[in-house]
């Protein structure tokens, strides 16, 4: 199956600084990238969807400012956790779509696990 | 919107089997089906897509009732792998990618 990495696998960060996340699909052209956001023993919460050379489209209750997307390219897309708090503490997952296919799955990434102090 | 999975924890031993069910009270477009060990990623189990296919793959298939708009999961002679967190992800618009995925089912399989 198509492989998607994410960077970093792990970060602690003090309060108020900023940490950018990298998703990328390996092998594959990602027309549409999702991030979630999982906190422990819990479901994954879609944040946004974003597409390559455009704006990420948020789900209602995120803040746009908070939490930047950028999908720079076919096989990059990062998320910047602005002026974190220990409350954006949590499990950040990307996935990758390879094309618009109806029923095309969605490929995971490993995971960011983020701690703020 | 979040689709409803039962039940919310199974505990099993080996070869024995197990359903999970998934309801949403939209009407889908299709249904992900996912499995997640701790501190892992989701990996991939099936696509159902609208018009109430049935899929399988070896001992794990799955149906979709575009009607009742439920999908179920069905874990057949379990094995000790099967352990983990089972997620559904609803699909209600064609073709954006959007899943929806519901609370989740934590399978346990013991010897």
């Known amino acids: 199956g198509a492989v998607v990495s994410q960077h970093p696998s792990r970060v602690i960060c003090k309060s108020g600084t900023s940490v950018k996340i990298e998703c990328r699909s390996l092998?594959?052209?990602?027309?549409?990238m999702f991030w979630y956001r999982q906190f422990p023993k819990k479901s994954l919460m879609l944040m946004a969807t974003?597409?390559?050379?455009?704006?990420?489209?948020?789900e209602q209750g995120v803040e746009k400012d908070k939490f930047l997307i950028n999908h720079a390219s076919l096989t990059l897309s990062t998320l910047t956790v602005t002026s974190a708090h220990p409350e954006d503490s949590s499990f950040y997952i990307c996935?990758?779509?390879?094309?618009?296919?109806?029923?095309?799955?969605?490929?995971f990434g490993p995971g960011t696990r983020l701690t703020v102090l | 919107q979040q689709p409803v999975q039962s039940p919310q924890a199974v505990i099993l031993r080996e070869g024995e089997d197990a359903v999970i069910n998934c309801s949403s009270s939209k009407a889908l477009y299709s249904v992900h089906w996912y499995r997640q060990k701790h501190g892992e990623a989701p990996v991939f189990l099936m696509i159902?897509?609208?018009?109430?296919e049935q899929k399988g793959h070896e001992k794990i298939s799955a149906s979709f009732n575009e009607k009742k708009q439920q999908s179920s999961l069905y874990l057949t002679a379990s094995q000790l792998s099967y352990s983990g967190t089972y997620f559904c992800?609803?699909?209600?618009?064609?073709?954006?990618?959007?899943?929806?995925f519901g609370q989740g089912t934590t399978l346990q399989v013991k010897p």
């Open positions: 996935s990758a779509r390879a094309s618009i296919i109806p029923g095309n799955e969605q490929f």
């Open positions: 159902l897509l609208k018009g109430g």
């Open positions: 974003s597409n390559e050379g455009s704006k990420a489209t948020y």
């Open positions: 092998d594959f052209q990602a027309t549409t």
């Open positions: 992800g609803t699909e209600i618009s064609s073709n954006t990618g959007k899943l929806i």
